[in-house]
């Protein structure tokens, strides 16, 4: 018979660590809440204190993570990230490959930009693993430690399938950074950058990615 899991006081001193690590806001990405803040503990103890254990959440995020909306592979991926802010340069090597692979077995990766179709936007049903997935990324970029630019390429296209157009934009403008940037990868920052009402931006990012094409015809 399995053991009753008994809810007990989280420790001041916890508490405190966890609202700073979270800035005083719910740690799901692009939410960030900062009123009805609680305490989620990942693996459903409520008497398993360690900080590792424990996200900051707003009301609706903490009741999607307990009804396993948001499951529990999800909640460390979102926990990492927020260690991730902290980490040094050298410990973010460290842990590179690793999340290379978590999110190449997410979305797969993409040698060439493949188009953002309006046939496939919104498609897929929004996994907040990809989430997690694109704040890791952008993190890695701060630290100047991108990743792989086939592996954003997916990521960005996963989440433009999942409607998550803002996210999309926040990873597709790393990739068009990048010099290995294709027209296509402009053309697909132009793409997002309509989606999300910068319609100025965008004329400019189809514009570089015409460039190749004008310079041809002289």
Known sequence: ??????STDIPADIKRR????AGLRCSVWRCGGTSGLEFHHIDGDPSNHDPANILLLCAVCHDRATKGEIDRKACKMIKRDL???HFSRSELQLVKDEIISEIRKLVG???VAQPLAEEEKGT???????DAAASQAITFEKANLPLPIGVLRALAHSLYESGEFEGALAVQRLVAV???AMPGDHSNLGV????TGRKDEAEEAWRK???PELKKLG
């Open 209 to 211: 990615a015409m460039e």
């Open 109 to 111: 990766a993409q040698d």
């Open 1 to 6: 018979m399995a053991k009753e899991k008994v």
């Open 83 to 85: 260690a991730m802010r």
């Open 18 to 21: 966890i609202k700073v690590e």
């Open 178 to 180: 990048t010099a290995d």
């Open 124 to 130: 897929r049903a929004p996994d907040p693993r990809t």
């Open 192 to 195: 997002l950058l309509y989606e």
